[in-house]
């Protein structure tokens, strides 16, 4: 397969999403006006904040003629799913860096098993090392173990400052159409190109689906990395995270299902049902003065 010079070319993604309103009394009660940024819907297999991260950076790898790109993520990470079917349609070697050398050997989940099917390279690592994998020292040896040491390095979750600068162009598909912009957060990319994307007197707000409060110094990271210091207003509401990261308890899954009965969307259970429970709760508690129009970025489905 020969290589496109652009990945829009063969990936054909659609943005920008759609945006809608959905009347639900839990937020309509206070005054609260909820839209739906339907960025699941921007690629079929590269949904929402995915597409928007890895899109610059695919475009980079393929202009500087790297073999393939080689990321990170755990067990049930949505981000190397997105890229081994980059990898797939764009005719890129993938390499996926897996947290846990203790599923070295076993079945592959679906997620895992998915990657593989779209031929992406798997090398386990145990936990430690992944936790130094910004090292440099560790870093050269976990690619040189991968067999990945002369591809295009995507950092966890795609946040990078190539990853900001799309993520800022959701941003400014949303300038005038709300208050409040609300996404989900795992490694804090898209929040922090989103807040840059807005318009002045508009909020992002990130809900972490991670315990840990290690967020607020990686986006000021991120920001000053990509633009050169802090850009536009944004705020994290923690304690939605659900036990952590992956964890779904019986609660959180039955508010997704009765979402998705209600409004008639599939509702993404590790990132989107959390965003969406903790809209609700922060609209209970009074935390958007009425009169707000609040808009949830839907950035994954299941």
């Known amino acids: 397969m020969n290589r496109p010079a652009n990945p829009e070319e063969p990936l054909r993604p659609r943005p920008p999403s759609p945006l809608s309103e959905v009347r639900d009394e839990r937020f309509e009660r206070y005054g609260v006006r909820l839209l739906l940024k339907r960025d699941d819907l921007v690629h079929p297999e590269l949904p929402g904040n995915k597409w928007r991260k890895l899109a610059p950076n695919l475009r980079a790898a393929l202009a500087g003629g790297f073999p ?114 609300a ?13 840059a994307g807005l318009a002045l007197g508009q909020r992002a707000l990130g809900v972490p689906v991670l315990a840990g409060g290690f967020l607020e110094a990686e986006i000021r990271s991120l920001q000053q990395a990509a633009f050169g210091g802090p850009a536009g207003e944004w705020s994290l ?45 922060l609209a209970e508690s009074g935390a958007f003065p009425a009169g707000t129009t609040l808009t949830a970025v839907i950035t994954g489905r299941p």
């Open 68 to 181: 393939g790109v080689v990321t990170f993520g755990g067990a049930y990470s949505n981000h190397l799913r997105a890229t081994a079917a980059a990898g797939r349609l764009l005719g890129m070697e993938s390499v996926g860096i897996v947290r846990g050398d203790e599923l070295a050997g076993r079945p592959l989940n679906d997620s895992l098993a998915r990657c593989a099917a779209d031929g992406m390279r798997l090398h386990f690592v145990t936990r430690s090392e992944y936790r130094r994998k910004a090292e440099p020292e560790v870093l050269a040896r976990l690619l040189a173990q991968a067999g990945a040491a002369s591809s295009y390095v995507v950092p966890e979750g795609g946040s990078n400052a190539l990853a900001l600068q799309g993520c800022a162009e959701l941003g400014r598909e949303l300038r005038g159409a709300c208050d409040v912009v």
């Open 183 to 195: 996404v989900a957060c795992g490694t804090g990319g898209t929040l922090a190109g989103l807040a």
């Open 237 to 281: 509401a923690e304690g939605f995270h659900h036990g952590g990261y992956a964890r779904v308890p019986a609660l959180l899954d039955a508010f997704a299902a009765d979402f998705e009965e209600r409004h008639g969307f599939p509702v993404e259970r590790i990132y989107v049902a959390k965003l969406l429970w903790a809209l609700a709760a």
